[in-house]
């Protein structure tokens, strides 16, 4: 198979037309978590009949792309990022043929798709690592992951002190055919996602096979899974610390943001480039700095890198305003498209995020001040995608979901909940399923409940419930979704204009477009730079002044 979008028709006594922005450059791509978007037979899983059953819904919100994230052949050990066949489909989420048709519908709908790659690591039952395992040590399978024999007179120690992301070493030891204890492998997340070593050719040459397997099914890129971390320092040195988890971000670490993963995309921009149709690749590469995270898009590597240092940044004005300029400065030496993001399927949503006072991270635990928090996710959602460049919508967030912070111990299912001195592992907050209905057993999910539960509270924040209420988030987005695409000054760009404003209070201009944003919690008079096009709270313009609620956001047109 190949690309199914289809090129406009052009006539032969039409002038050409001048080169389009590609596509990615201020794509709005909307992120679908399949097991939580929606279920087409009733198990009480989403799977991707759902997903194909509910594309419409996607085109009518105005997003340009959608990424799913990961459904492959699994044993969900890490809801599906440990892959024991990156070339099947999981049963729980459908088969190939599945998978071909909702390409072809997205395709026909003017949308494109962007599958999540995982090359870190496997799933331990991968075949490869489980016949590395049963052929003992000898087995030349082993390099193609990193098994070390263990350090002490026995063995006994792991090789280096390096921790796990989900908490407990990164560490493994291994038991030989015989029975006795045998060497250890290293896996940066769950003990049953094994890390590959790509130093290792054979590595190289599957996940390019693996590339145009995909690609050649149609699909327009790839989201690439903990790009930081395919290769480890030579040696695999110690670190000499503990709580490693508190240095992640901020300094470069032996096992992630090495030089050497540069030249793995280099390798793959050219398959990329073999495609046509503009196929993408995007980073999720956790860096120190967006100057790091500005490497990985140069001109001859991906195309786009997740910005999570602006994820990161809460509803403060000064604080956004230095986290917009300097990505947007370390993105315009490499070509690249800034990108913007405000939640995922790995931290809290942002309507529960800016709920909390500052500083307490992008996992919080606690429900806070719901009215507040709603008010300032619709503001920060026009302020993101009034910003130059690229922007990515967490699935439910045009819905003003907030996390469900009050799941019981026992429903949870995050690897990193049940291990000690991990990642929070509360991210089965922001993954529970999605309401598209006010009735029902799973508010429209499916016919056969749902994996996760959902509150009582979600029947008034479905998709049926918003739909035609002009005051509803859901036709805030599609409203602000709309605006985007038709305004010529929205979209691709690399700077904004900033204008003078009170304290608390950011404005810049694009063009004739103005966003103005009120962090504070009370109103502030300003000038009124134009006619209001689009505001996520109720505003009033006398005498030329316009009251800017507390936390609000307005689009301007001059």
Known sequence: MTQHLAAPATSATQAPAATPTPWWRDAVIYQVYPRSFADGNGDGMGDLAGVRSRLPYLRDLGVDAVWLSPFYASPQADAGYDVADYRAIDPM?????????????AHALGLRVITDLVPNHSSDQHEWFKRALADGPQSPLRARYHFRPGKGEGGELPPNDWESVFGGPAWTR???PDGTPGDWYLHLFAPEQPDFNWENAAVADEFRSILRFWLDMGVDGFRIDVAHGLVKADGLPDIGSHDQLKLLGNDVMPFFDQDGVHAIYRAWREILDEYPGERIGVAEAWTPTVERTANYVRP???????NFQYLGTHW?????????DTSLAAMRPVDAPATWVLSNHDVTRH???FANPPGLGTQIRTA??????????????LLMLALPGSAYVYQGEELGLPDVTDLPDEVRQDPSFFRAAGQDGYRDGCRVPIPWTATGPSYGFGEGGSWLPQPDSWAALSVESQTGDPNSTLELYRSALAVRRSHPDLGAGTDVQWRDTPSGVLAFSRGEFVCTANTTTEPVRIQAPGRVLLSSAEVAVEEGELILPADSTVWWSV
């Open 316 to 324: 403060e004005a000064e604080a956004l305003r230095e986290v917009i």
């Open 368 to 381: 806070g001040d719901r009215e507040l928090g709603l008010r300032r996710a619709r503001a920060a959602t």
């Open 351 to 353: 309507a529960t995020r």
């Open 93 to 105: 989420f459908g088969t190939l043929l599945d998978a071909d048709g909702l390409i072809r519908d």
């Open 300 to 306: 001859d590597e991906l195309h786009q890198a997740f």
């Open 174 to 176: 291994t038991t030989a």
